[in-house]
């Protein structure tokens, strides 16, 4: 990564935790499942201070805008993957948001690319907001839950962060909000999306 800016090194670092972060989640290790979870917030701040050195030292590249959203999609995925190992999270709204964030960052990124205009709609800056939050809500009760302390401060009200039927409507809300934000940008950007299949397909003829 030696010719890359600083940071695209970020962004490639952010990819690379995913994984890591990961395999320490699926520990039976409470120690090393709170390591995951300081794993998963070192790379979501990735994003944050890549983005500032971007703006404020002009090292924003076209390389770094296709790749910075698809890591931060990257990153969000395997905590996703994460809730689905430990049941969190059902088969289908797993599906549901790991096809619409990694499809729709990918459309909007080579749209970028092409210098094609994309509409970002508030919805769905809202949606990436409360992902965001129900991810790390759910992230630190459970690299916490096993630990004494935990359970000496909130007494009884423990064992209600982390109950099933609160964390399936949280699951089901990000879902839904998930799916109408990717439907409403493809209407929003049909224009976009015809010019680009257009495109292509003059390209490959």
């Known amino acids: ?17 995913s994984p890591v972060f990961l395999c320490l989640f699926n520990s039976q290790n409470k120690d090393i499942r709170f390591i995951s979870f300081c794993v998963f917030t070192i790379a979501a701040l990735t994003d944050w201070y890549d983005g500032v050195l971007a703006r404020k030292y ?7 805008k296709f790749l910075d959203p698809l890591a931060d999609k990257i990153l969000t995925s395997f905590a996703f993957i994460a809730f689905l190992s430990v049941g969190f999270i059902e088969f289908w709204m797993f599906v549901v948001i790991v096809t619409r964030d990694i499809g729709i960052t990918v459309l909007r990124s080579y749209a970028e690319l092409k210098n094609k205009p994309v509409i970002t709609t508030y919805s769905a ?4 907001f409360i992902q965001m939050v129900v991810i790390f809500y759910v992230l630190f009760f459970y690299s916490i839950k096993d630990y004494q302390w935990f359970g000496d401060i ?8 982390l109950y099933p039927v609160f964390i399936k409507i949280m699951m089901i809300v990000v ?17 976009t999306i015809r010019d680009i299949y257009a495109s292509s397909s003059q390209v490959s003829q």
């Open 125 to 128: 800056k809202v949606k990436t």
């Open 154 to 161: 909130l007494g009884s009200a423990a064992d209600y962060l």
């Open 1 to 17: 990564m030696g010719n890359m800016s600083l940071p695209n090194q970020l962004t490639v670092l952010r990819i690379l935790l």
């Open 58 to 64: 002009g090292f924003e590249t076209q390389w770094g």
């Open 175 to 191: 879902t839904i909000l998930t799916l109408y934000t990717g439907i409403m940008y493809l209407i929003d950007n049909r224009k």
